[in-house]
Protein backbone atom coordinates (compact mmCIF):
# COMPACT_ATOMS: atom_id res chain seq x y z
CA UNK A 1 0.00 0.00 0.00
CA UNK A 2 1.43 3.71 -1.19
CA UNK A 3 1.37 5.93 1.53
CA UNK A 4 -0.37 9.59 0.75
CA UNK A 5 2.25 12.24 0.29
CA UNK A 6 1.44 15.54 1.67
CA UNK A 7 3.85 18.47 0.75
CA UNK A 8 3.15 21.25 4.13
CA UNK A 9 4.36 24.69 2.82
CA UNK A 10 4.74 26.56 6.56
CA UNK A 11 7.59 29.33 7.45
CA UNK A 12 6.89 28.79 11.27
CA UNK A 13 9.96 25.81 12.50
CA UNK A 14 7.80 24.88 15.20
CA UNK A 15 4.66 24.31 13.29
CA UNK A 16 5.80 22.43 11.05
CA UNK A 17 8.24 19.69 13.13
CA UNK A 18 4.64 19.83 14.56
CA UNK A 19 2.35 18.62 11.85
CA UNK A 20 5.19 16.61 10.38
CA UNK A 21 5.12 14.30 13.78
CA UNK A 22 0.95 14.55 13.69
CA UNK A 23 1.05 13.32 10.22
CA UNK A 24 3.80 10.49 10.01
CA UNK A 25 2.32 8.78 13.45
CA UNK A 26 -0.94 9.09 13.15
CA UNK A 27 -1.65 8.44 9.41
CA UNK A 28 1.40 7.36 8.21
CA UNK A 29 2.00 10.09 5.56
CA UNK A 30 4.78 10.56 3.45
CA UNK A 31 5.93 14.55 4.56
CA UNK A 32 7.90 16.69 3.12
CA UNK A 33 8.35 20.07 4.05
CA UNK A 34 9.32 23.29 2.11
CA UNK A 35 10.21 26.74 4.88
CA UNK A 36 9.46 28.97 1.82
CA UNK A 37 6.80 29.45 -1.11
CA UNK A 38 8.91 29.37 -4.07
CA UNK A 39 10.57 26.48 -2.59
CA UNK A 40 7.00 24.76 -1.90
CA UNK A 41 6.35 25.93 -5.70
CA UNK A 42 9.33 23.90 -6.91
CA UNK A 43 8.80 20.78 -4.52
CA UNK A 44 5.02 20.92 -5.97
CA UNK A 45 6.02 20.74 -9.56
CA UNK A 46 9.01 18.37 -8.88
CA UNK A 47 7.34 15.80 -6.20
CA UNK A 48 3.74 15.73 -7.22
CA UNK A 49 2.26 15.23 -3.73
CA UNK A 50 -1.18 14.15 -3.36
CA UNK A 51 -2.57 17.09 -0.92
CA UNK A 52 -0.41 20.56 -0.16
CA UNK A 53 -1.08 21.69 3.22
CA UNK A 54 -0.38 25.36 2.80
CA UNK A 55 0.45 28.69 5.14
CA UNK A 56 -1.45 32.05 4.03
CA UNK A 57 1.50 34.17 5.45
CA UNK A 58 5.05 33.92 4.61
CA UNK A 59 8.29 35.62 4.23
CA UNK A 60 9.03 35.46 0.12
CA UNK A 61 5.30 34.74 -1.49
CA UNK A 62 1.92 34.72 0.09
CA UNK A 63 -0.27 31.81 0.14
CA UNK A 64 -2.50 33.27 -2.47
CA UNK A 65 -0.23 34.11 -5.29
CA UNK A 66 0.61 30.41 -4.45
CA UNK A 67 -2.37 28.88 -5.09
CA UNK A 68 -2.70 30.89 -8.76
CA UNK A 69 0.64 29.79 -9.46
CA UNK A 70 -0.11 26.13 -8.71
CA UNK A 71 -3.28 26.39 -10.82
CA UNK A 72 -2.13 28.09 -13.51
CA UNK A 73 0.91 25.13 -13.87
CA UNK A 74 -0.61 21.97 -15.63
CA UNK A 75 1.39 19.38 -13.87
CA UNK A 76 0.22 20.88 -10.32
CA UNK A 77 -3.43 22.17 -11.02
CA UNK A 78 -4.98 19.26 -9.67
CA UNK A 79 -3.45 18.78 -6.62
CA UNK A 80 -5.54 19.60 -3.93
CA UNK A 81 -4.67 22.38 -1.27
CA UNK A 82 -5.91 22.87 2.16
CA UNK A 83 -4.97 26.22 3.35
CA UNK A 84 -3.39 26.57 6.91
CA UNK A 85 -4.01 29.82 8.67
CA UNK A 86 -4.08 31.98 11.73
CA UNK A 87 -5.52 34.46 9.52
CA UNK A 88 -9.38 33.14 8.83
CA UNK A 89 -11.95 35.66 10.45
CA UNK A 90 -15.13 36.02 8.60
CA UNK A 91 -15.01 37.50 5.17
CA UNK A 92 -11.34 36.02 5.23
CA UNK A 93 -12.80 32.73 5.36
CA UNK A 94 -15.06 33.68 2.46
CA UNK A 95 -12.48 34.57 -0.25
CA UNK A 96 -10.34 31.80 0.84
CA UNK A 97 -12.94 29.79 0.26
CA UNK A 98 -13.34 31.18 -3.08
CA UNK A 99 -9.92 30.55 -4.47
CA UNK A 100 -10.09 27.23 -5.34
CA UNK A 101 -8.87 25.35 -2.10
CA UNK A 102 -10.49 22.13 -0.57
CA UNK A 103 -10.43 23.22 2.65
CA UNK A 104 -8.98 25.58 5.79
CA UNK A 105 -7.24 24.76 8.90
CA UNK A 106 -7.15 27.61 11.04
CA UNK A 107 -4.30 27.66 13.94
CA UNK A 108 -3.91 26.94 16.38
CA UNK A 109 -5.10 23.56 15.92
CA UNK A 110 -5.41 20.05 17.71
CA UNK A 111 -2.38 18.14 16.55
CA UNK A 112 -4.31 15.08 17.48
CA UNK A 113 -6.99 15.54 15.29
CA UNK A 114 -5.29 17.00 12.57
CA UNK A 115 -4.76 14.05 10.52
CA UNK A 116 -8.29 13.27 10.64
CA UNK A 117 -9.56 16.49 9.64
CA UNK A 118 -7.27 16.67 6.89
CA UNK A 119 -8.53 13.21 5.72
CA UNK A 120 -12.40 14.32 6.15
CA UNK A 121 -11.40 17.23 4.02
CA UNK A 122 -9.84 14.82 1.33
CA UNK A 123 -12.62 12.59 1.77
CA UNK A 124 -15.40 15.67 1.03
CA UNK A 125 -13.52 16.36 -1.91
CA UNK A 126 -13.66 12.95 -3.51
CA UNK A 127 -17.26 13.03 -3.05
CA UNK A 128 -18.02 15.73 -4.96
CA UNK A 129 -15.69 15.07 -7.54
Do not use: Y
Not at 24 to 38: F, H, P, S, Y
Not at 39 to 47: H, P, S, T, W
Not at 64 to 81: C, S
Not at 99 to 112: A, E, H, M, R, Y
Amino acid sequence: MNKKHILIIEDDTGIQAVTQFSLEIEEDWQVTTALRGKKGLLKAKNLHPDVILLDIVMPDINGLEIIKELQNNQATKKIPIILFTAKAMGNDILKLQNSGVIGIITKPFDCLTLSATISNILDRQCRLV
